[in-house]
């Protein structure tokens, strides 16, 4: 690829402008988060009806159904890896290793038919500090991309993954965006594809939009954005070069020494958590009796579960697939995290299934708010599952990881999955 011509794509307007990518990074985050409560019923009611089903032909039907949700969920989670809300903190980590492995993977799904020759060139092996999925999503984005470039083109078709490291003065733009003077690992990976006009070129990490005028689709998708939108989050920086019958290739620069910006907000978070959870409430003697009750209805080996979640329609599913697969269980629904808080104070659950993105309050927030009330009332703390479509933030994460009984559930949620997790954790039931 040495003579392809590097075009210095200036990939500002549209989603690379600053404020423009914060507007469509919360776009996205609602858009995933809607939708994903729309297909979570699309995949968990098909479990309800197939058993009431007669015939073979009605329960491929009803599968299919559950089949094109699931494609639906694949698009939405694009959809929340491009908003970043939530992501994992960001860690160090091997990036040859998982480049390696990602094309292992690649050579294994390849149709031979293709003739595709992959070559992997390692010049060095850097340690980088950023969020590994967000890493990993854009390997395989471009990768994807490569794959598509020269599928079905005439000549040689390879693809060329190489890592090495590459020192910048601070004076360099990468994909119009000013690189700090550093010590950077660099991830190229270039084909030998149709190649982009630098006008297609430019518009390359807008969702949706294909930059190959002959093979119309290839590329069309959301894996640049999020690519893009994942890396700048993470001090890193996304080049595309590209020249019409030569090829395409991707640079991506990861600083090998990054204080992560992901981890002081980290330390902020837990440190405001940990401030806000010492703070001690005074207890009233209607709060006491509330309590007493709590606590005697806690002495009882009940199977009693409370449903916690914005979305009627999600707390009913979520109700009617419990009470149908988990004998003698009582479910109960709150609509938010204080509606759930003022539950629990009056009847004490062993197990919550509760949603994060809640109105006037959210999971994380009534999370804390129950721990405290069963410190201050020497009640057991209920095990906590959390359905979401995004990772808990990190105040969450660190309180939540010690105790081992709670766990989070990615929504959609199966239905075999929600009944899974709340069966393990109801004491009459994981006991027997």
Known sequence: ?????????????????????????????????DVNNLITPLLAYPDLLIPSLANEKSVAIVRAMQD????????????????GRGMPAAESFDMCRIVS???????????????IVFEEVIAANPTVHMQREVFVRALEALLENAMQAVRGVDGTRKITVTVDTVEMDG???????????GVYARLSIADTGLGMRKEALQHSIEPFVCGFEEKRGCGAGLGLSVAYCGLRRNGAFLEMCSAVDTGTCAHVYIPVRNTSEDAKAYDHDTVASETTSASSQTASPEKDALAETARSSNATDSLRVLVV???SSIANLF???????????????????????????????PVLVMDLHMPVMDGQASFFEIKKYCQQHQLDMPAVVFCTGYAPQAPLRKAIEPEGHHVILSKPVRSETLIEAVQERLPSLSMS
């Open 68 to 83: 094109a949700a699931q494609r639906a969920l694949d698009v939405m989670e694009r959809l929340s890896a491009l908003s």
């Open 171 to 181: 004076s360099i733009d990468v994909g119009g965006d000013h690189i700090p003077e």
């Open 319 to 349: 109700k009617m697939i419990l009470e149908n697969f988990i004998p003698g269980v009582t479910v109960d629904c709150a609509g938010n995290g204080a509606e759930a808080l003022d539950h629990f104070k009056r009847l004490y659950y």
């Open 309 to 311: 979640d914005d979305e």
């Open 1 to 33: 690829m040495g003579d392809l011509k590097q075009i210095g794509i200036a990939q500002r307007g549209s989603v690379a402008d600053e404020g423009v990518r914060t507007a469509v990074e919360y776009f996205a985050e609602r858009v995933a988060h």
């Open 101 to 115: 492995q990602a094309l292992d993977a690649v050579k294994a799904q390849a149709d031979p038919a293709d003739a």
